[in-house]
């Protein structure tokens, strides 16, 4: 078949590749124009549009609406357009072009986690088990019949990151073989069902900070899921009246021996250091004090020694007034 290809970040990556090793022909690729990134805010490329140009395939960064980019897809003449995390609405005007649809590749077993952090919303909430989809798109947010599922089990320690590089993988494949069937005619989409629906918004700012009041493993699987994106954190306790500065904060390590130290509660060892949730303990293990690079959260600690300081150590061996989270 005919391909336009539509994807944006470096998960789409995968399924680009795949399809380009197969039996079908990328005519083209659409993806999200160059944005301003890094310190200088230079424009860079897409990974999609690197990968893309690398392997000599005509990019289009067209924002996907009005006539003119109607007629430009019908003169591509594609039998089906392939869709990984694109990032923009497509009009009905423009879902109406391949003959066989926009065939668009979802990371969550639908219609669990419609919407645009699937993986992340899944470790939070606790799910043992997600997975991939590919569904026809239509007007909905991820409401479309469905084409061809994967599961992926979610282990224990998994950061979104790391999940969703494996459903990078597996779900190219799922692609291919439902681009491979549809062509074949051996596949018939399947409405979704009614029960089981779940809302995965794009995770903010806030979203992503820690509440120490929240038992351990909400605080374990909050970390995790905004892991590298958009980075959890919390706060250091102020000065002179002022708010404390952000420390961003990589996956911890719950502490379930550890009990006596309330919600928010420091204790800095010489090798590890704790914070108390409410139920037990976790033990931070990278941290990123605003305006440097991440670093074991033993070695900011150290060099935080006057913050620590500041008020002595309780009889249970915790740092008095150093609490994290607490609000401005």
Known sequence: MRLLFAGTPEPAVPSLQALLGSRHEVVAVLTRADAPAGRGR??????????????????????????????????LDVDAAPVVAYGHLLRPDVLDVPRLGW???????????????????????GDEVTGATTFLLDEGMDTGPVLGTATETIRSRDTAGDLLERLAVSGAELLVATLDALEDGTLRPQPQPADGVSVAPKLTTDDARVRWDAPAHAVDRRIRGCTPAPGAWTTLPGTDGQPGARLGLG?????????????????????????????????????????????????????????FDSGGEDPAGATAGVVLGERP
């Open 42 to 75: 230079r424009l860079v490329p897409s990974p999609v549009r690197a990968a893309a140009e690398e392997a000599g395939v005509p990019v289009l960064t067209d924002v996907p609406r009005g006539e003119e980019f109607v007629a430009r897809l019908r003169e």
């Open 103 to 125: 065939v668009n590749l979802h990371f969550s077993v639908l219609p669990a986690w419609r919407g645009a952090a699937p993986v992340q919303h899944a470790i939070m909430a």
């Open 251 to 307: 996956p911890v390590t719950p502490r379930p021996d550890v009990t006596d130290l309330p919600p928010g509660h420091v204790r800095a060892g010489k090798k590890e250091v704790l914070v108390g949730t409410a139920t037990h303990a976790v033990e931070l293990g990278q941290v990123r004090p605003v305006g440097k690079k991440p670093m074991p959260a033993a070695d900011w600690a150290r060099g935080a020694r006057g913050l």
